[in-house]
């Protein structure tokens, strides 16, 4: 037998077996724990795939059979952490009901880190994984199905042979949004950039482009922070001197209320001059004066809805659609009319 590559042996799960074999988890485990429940067909195209993929058996895989709990990995970034709290929650509820132990990994940088991070886990014969990131770009998700695991990403859609995605669809909502200003006669909107949050950022510019080609128009309202400038505050003072909005729509609640005290601050009026929308909720719309408008999205549901799938996964079941969009709200606060 020609000898596996190092990067396809450490990718090797019990899910890779049992994906290999047609079979649940807990078939697996029983024939790795050499029990007589497992017909004898089934034994031996088990003990096929293992030997095809020389997977080497470890505790979670001989701990399936005796009805331990397993082990999900979850990875989010360190600083979106005090922003997901009902997120995690979910899952963790939905974990507790399946049996499932949470692993929790945290990221600090972009995809090679994300890569590392999963690495890891794959070593660690994790049975699957959750990935909140909302840093990574496109191109970066496309990255996540190159392993062979069980992956649900929650943020943006996305789905392959092993991923299945929860996600709130932030180009429809902003191009919802910015259709209804359309509608009104307001044109001038402006968009702050978000380099920390790229994709996001990339929905919001999508969502809005659209709208207006839709009306036959194109934005050119795109607000872009030098590199130079390390805060959205330093640059939209000086940005509010020469140019003027209707709307400014931003990803963040810290941008938004950037924005809002470089305008107070000018004397210009919120909402009665300029328009205020953040598109992330968070408790600190409520908390800021005027309050900020922003979409409510259902961040619990996030959470228990992609570790119900992730079980879906692991035992094989019928999962259907594999990229679950959940439904958002417009929340008006004081910062719109």
Known sequence: MAERPKDDMKRVTIYSVAHEAGVSLATVSRVINGSNVVR??????????????????????????????????????????????????????????????IILHTSTAGINEMNEIIENIIKSHADGVIVYNDHLKTEDLNALKNYNIPIVY????????????????????????????????????????????PLAYEQILAGTKEAYRDFGKEFTGEILIPAEYRTTYAYFKKYIENHNHR???????????????????????????????????????????????????????????????????????????????????FTPRQSTK
């Not at 096929?48 to 331990?68: F, H, R, S, T, V």
């Not at 995690?88 to 009901?97: D, E, M, S």
């Not at 859609?157 to 200003?181: E, P």
């Not at 359309?182 to 044109?187: A, S, V």
Request: one cysteine or more.
């Open 40 to 101: 004898e067909d089934t034994r031996q195209r088990v003990q096929a795939a293992i030997a095809k993929l020389e997977y080497k058996p470890n505790a979670i895989a001989q701990g399936l059979a005796l009805q331990k709990t397993t082990s999900i990995a979850l990875v989010v970034p360190e600083s979106s952490f005090a922003y997901i709290g009902k997120i995690i929650n979910g899952i963790l509820n939905v974990a507790k009901i399946y049996k499932y132990n």
């Open 247 to 329: 709307l400014i729509i931003a990803n963040r609640d810290s941008q938004a209320l950037a924005v809002s005290n470089c305008l107070q601050e000018a004397n210009i009026r919120i909402p009665e001059d300029v328009e205020i929308f953040c598109a992330g909720d968070s408790k600190y719309n409520d908390m800021v004066r005027p309050q900020l408008s922003s979409f409510s999205v259902p961040s619990y549901d996030l959470g228990a809805v992609a570790m119900r799938i992730m079980t879906k996964m692991l035992n094989h079941d019928d999962i259907g659609d594999k990229e679950i969009e959940l439904s958002y709200l």
């Open 154 to 197: 929650i943020g943006n859609r996305m789905s392959g042979d092993n991923i299945c995605s929860v996600f709130v669809d932030m180009k429809k909502a902003i191009y919802d949004l910015v259709t209804s200003y359309l509608h009104k006669g307001i044109d001038d909107i402006g968009i702050i950039q978000d380099r920390k949050n």
